[in-house]
C-alpha cells in the first residue's frame, strides 16, 4: 500500500498553535483524515477534507491541503493540556480503508 | 462516543488459544471494519464487511475471520493464537462503504500469554 508519513513528536505550550505535518503518496485519495487518539482511548474522528479543498477550519482546528505537494497539515489553534494526544493522519483508499500513518505524539507543557 | 460498540474491552488469553471479537455498528451504519493496532505495525486494515458481505481485505492472516451478520453486528475470530497477535483491534463503522465519515469504537485490547 502506499505510504503516510508523519513527524512522530511535537511538543508545544499551552496557548501556543500546534502544527502536525503529513506527507501522502496517493494523489487519487479522495479524502484525508485526522484522528485523535487519547492515552487508553480509541480513535476519534477530528475532522477530514475533500481533495478538492485546500483549507477547511473547524472551531479551533485548521486543516492545509496542498495536493501538488502530497502535504496535509493540522493546526490546532490555542493548544491545551487535553489536546495531548497521539494525531494520525489517514487517506482514504478504497472502499473504507484507510492508510495511516505512525502517529504523532503530541505533548502540551503548561 | 462514536457509537460503535466493541467486546470486550480487554481480553487476555493463552497462545494456541481461540477467541472471537464483537462489534456493533453505528446505528444506520452498513459497513464494517476491522483494524489492528500493534507497536511495530501501526494502523493495519484487516477487512471491511458491508451490509453482509465481504468488500475489502487488507493483511488479515489465514488464522484470522470475520462476518458480519444479518444485524449487521460483526464478529473478528482470532484463532491458534501467537504471542504477536497481541495488539488493540478496532471496528469502525460507516454509513456505506464508501463515504467519508468512518466512527472507530475504542477497541478490544488482547493480550496472548
Known amino acids: 500500500g502506499e505510504d503516510v508519513e508523519q513527524s512522530l513528536f511535537l511538543s508545544v505550550r499551552e496557548g501556543d498553535s500546534s502544527v502536525i505535518n503529513c506527507t501522502y503518496t496517493?494523489?487519487?485519495?479522495?479524502?484525508l483524515y485526522w484522528y485523535k487518539q487519547e492515552p487508553g482511548a480509541g480513535l476519534q474522528l477530528l475532522t477530514y477534507?475533500?481533495?478538492?479543498?485546500d483549507m477547511k477550519q473547524d472551531q479551533r482546528l485548521t486543516v492545509l491541503l496542498n495536493k501538488k505537494d502530497k502535504h496535509l497539515s493540522l493546526r490546532i489553534a490555542d493548544t491545551q493540556t487535553g489536546d495531548s494526544a497521539i494525531y494520525f493522519c489517514?487517506?482514504?483508499?478504497?472502499?473504507?480503508?484507510?492508510?495511516f500513518g505512525a502517529g504523532t505524539q503530541v505533548v502540551v507543557t503548561p | 462516543d462514536s457509537g460503535v460498540t466493541q467486546t470486550p474491552k480487554h481480553l487476555i488469553t493463552a497462545t494456541g488459544q481461540r477467541v472471537t471479537l464483537r462489534c456493533s455498528p453505528r446505528?444506520?451504519?452498513?459497513?464494517v471494519y476491522w483494524y489492528q493496532q500493534s507497536l511495530d505495525q501501526g494502523l493495519q486494515f484487516l477487512i471491511q464487511?458491508?451490509?453482509?458481505?465481504?468488500?475489502a481485505k487488507g493483511n488479515i492472516l489465514e488464522r484470522f475471520s470475520a462476518q458480519q451478520f444479518p444485524d449487521l453486528h460483526s464478529e473478528l475470530n482470532l484463532s491458534s493464537l501467537e504471542l504477536g497477535d497481541s495488539a488493540l483491534y478496532f471496528c469502525?463503522?460507516?454509513?456505506?462503504?464508501?463515504?467519508?465519515?468512518?466512527?472507530f469504537g475504542e477497541g478490544s485490547w488482547l493480550t496472548v500469554v
Open positions: 469502525a463503522s460507516s454509513e456505506t462503504g464508501f463515504d467519508n465519515t468512518i466512527y
Open positions: 496517493d494523489s487519487s485519495s479522495t479524502y
Open positions: 477534507i475533500f481533495s478538492n479543498m
Open positions: 489517514a487517506e482514504f483508499e478504497s472502499w473504507g480503508k484507510l492508510q
Open positions: 446505528s444506520g451504519d452498513l459497513s
Open positions: 464487511y458491508y451490509n453482509g458481505e465481504e468488500r
